[in-house]
């Protein structure tokens, strides 16, 4: 099948798994109340899932594993060449989200390390989108550790796109804020109940379920947590257990070097950014409602 159809029919199962999740999110929430519009929803829309995706992916495609191949013969390693199709994405699966299970586990466990992940843990409202908040390092290492073989090991073309349809799905479905049950299927798929477990604010699971896609690593490495209920309702049930940025760049630079977001706004530069996206926010709000622009200017954050 020419590539262009493959992307072609993985975009539209795409947007087909999106409205499903979104619809199932409303018709058995996980926790009850939450909006699709829930804080940090568009930090994670616009500037993780659009931006981030699309200027990482020319960076880690063509800038990382293009000149590795071509600088490279990689014609003795290419083993997977002959495989059908669906093997090659079984094994890229499967040894792909050990790999992830490893790495993550270890994200954990090391505080520098910890630095490229606590972004991922810092939406206080998780769902379907929530996965998609990444510090740059975490997705350029675990995307190049993740394309790179397929690439270089001889897969066919049509590999990439499967493979990066499944971890959308997968990573949706995941922190998707709904509820079910897969029954004994859940030793071996991973379930929303242990993702959501692992985001939220409890010492017993700062250690357990690192699993993306097969819960079956937790049971055999003996890192599950699944007590039976879910976490509490309140803001400090979830994500970190101390004050993150809200903004994407401080995000990052808060992952560098730690400050204090409130101290900042003494200098008059960052007082002008910090406020930028909700002075905006507030003025169009204020055009579309047809009252008096004003030139008066917000000091307070919005929720989102
Ligand atoms: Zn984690
Ligand atoms: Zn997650």
Redesign the pocket.
Known sequence: MPQEDVLRITTAILIGWIAIIVIWERVAPYRKGLSLFREGFWVDLVWYTLIQSYVLKILIFDYIIAPLQTRFDWSDWQFVRDWPIWVQVLFFLFTHDLYIYLFHRWQHANPWLWRTHEA?HSNKEVDFLA?SRSHVLEIIINQTIEFAPILLLGADPAVVPIKALLDAMFGMF??ANIRVNLGPLKYIINTPNL?LW??ANYREVFHANFSTKFSFFDYLFGTVYDPGHAPGDKPENWGLYYDFPKDYFLQHAFSVRRFDERALLRYRWFSRYYYLRPNLLRWLSRRKSNSQPSQERVDTYPAD
């Open positions: 991922h996965g995941i922190h993702h692992h985001h």
